[in-house]
């Protein structure tokens, strides 16, 4: 059994829009889980019912054995962060890291010895007696983690926590949450909606959409196999053709055109799907998975090109280097090679 399990959650606002549908989650000790999506998927909504902000009107959750459903939010003892860190601003960060341990009325010694050595955990030693006004934005964003995880918390929550960080920032806090979670072995829940950081930080991904997963795996095979439409699209995908089965490994497209691929499906509604970076110029020799386009708009990318290829079968956005350019009007030959294309099911929503 799952450490951490969501079975069948269902949320509605004001009983006229249902906000998550069935939703399904397994999360195994020590792992840290992201969900990833657009806004309005429902990912904080999921994160509000495991804190016990919000309960479900149907299904249940579970942790460790036991059914947290209907325990209110003081008895979870889970850490939280969100985006806007809410710090008290009239409390030095010691303070504020051991306010949690206050409110359960630990032991004066233990308060001491537990908030200095997370203080020493999160690197904020010599920033105890400084209030928040006189720290920036990665300092105060790790004083949150250090109250959140003073407490002990058997699960970290953790609501778009980088978002107010700018660009090079978040790429060293994301390293730091990670480095973290992994020396405390804290089971984790972390909301985002950028994939980059998502996929850098995480063992597991939740990708929502309208209320529901519609994938769960690891970084590595969401990037290189998304197994629906939305996934693919939401993580960079932009070419989808599409196919009809004609045989074991083989496709059809619009212009009779046949694909070798060397995923195989079978019943289902399906698109194949390529990234830009991964189509070629065809060299000649291939007779398979090639479809042949007039280059439309052309815009540059710094190392590369990207062309919108017009085919028979579809618009297809394709990315070259500058070895190779090439102007509006010009007939090109694509390759598509079959370790590349990846079969998708059509989402429902």
């Known amino acids: 059994m799952a450490f951490m399990t969501l079975n069948q959650i269902d949320v509605s606002y004001d009983k006229k829009k249902q906000i998550l549908k069935g939703l399904n989650l397994e999360v195994e000790k020590g792992e840290l889980v992201s969900l990833l999506g657009p806004s309005g998927c429902g990912k904080s909504t999921t994160l509000r019912v495991v804190a016990g902000f919000i309960e479900p009107q149907e299904g249940s959750f579970t942790l460790d054995g036991d059914d947290m459903t209907k325990v209110p939010v003081h008895r979870r003892n889970f850490g ?25 009325k630990l032991d004066k010694g233990e308060i001491d010895k537990r908030v200095r050595s997370i203080l020493e955990v999160c690197g904020l030693t010599e920033f105890a007696p400084r209030f928040p006004k006189q720290m920036s934005g990665g300092q105060r964003q790790r004083v949150a983690l250090a109250r959140a995880l003073v407490i002990e918390p058997k699960l970290l929550l953790l609501d778009e926590p980088l978002s107010n960080l700018d660009a090079k920032l978040r790429i060293s806090m994301r390293v ?79 212009d009779k055109s046949v694909f070798t691929i060397d995923m195989d ?22 007779s398979e998975n090639v479809l042949t386009g007039t280059v439309g708009v052309r815009t540059f990318l710094g190392k590369s090109y990207q062309y919108e290829v017009n085919t028979a079968a579809g618009v297809l956005r394709v990315n070259m280097d500058t070895s190779n350019v090439f102007g509006e009007g010009e007939r090109i030959r694509l390759y598509l090679p079959k370790e590349k294309l990846v079969l998708v099911r059509k989402s429902k929503f």
């Not at 980059?196 to 519609?214: H, L, Q, R, T």
């Open 265 to 286: 499906w079978g019943g289902e509604a399906f698109a194949g799907t390529i990234r830009p970076e991964d189509i070629r110029l065809a060299d000649g020799g291939e």
């Open 80 to 104: 939280l962060v969100f985006q806007s860190y809410a710090l008290f601003p009239h409390l030095s960060v010691y303070d504020n890291v051991a306010f949690g341990l206050r409110t359960r």
């Open 176 to 254: 730091e949450i990670k480095r973290l979670q992994k020396k405390l072995g804290i089971t984790t829940l972390f909301v985002t909606h950028d994939q980059e950081e998502c996929f850098s930080i995480s063992d597991k991904v939740a990708v929502m959409n309208n209320g529901v997963i519609e994938q769960y795996d690891t970084p590595e095979n969401i990037y290189r196999k998304p197994s629906t439409e939305f996934v693919a699209r939401f993580i960079g995908f932009e070419n989808f053709l599409e196919m009809n089965r004609q045989g074991d490994h083989t496709y059809g497209v619009a």
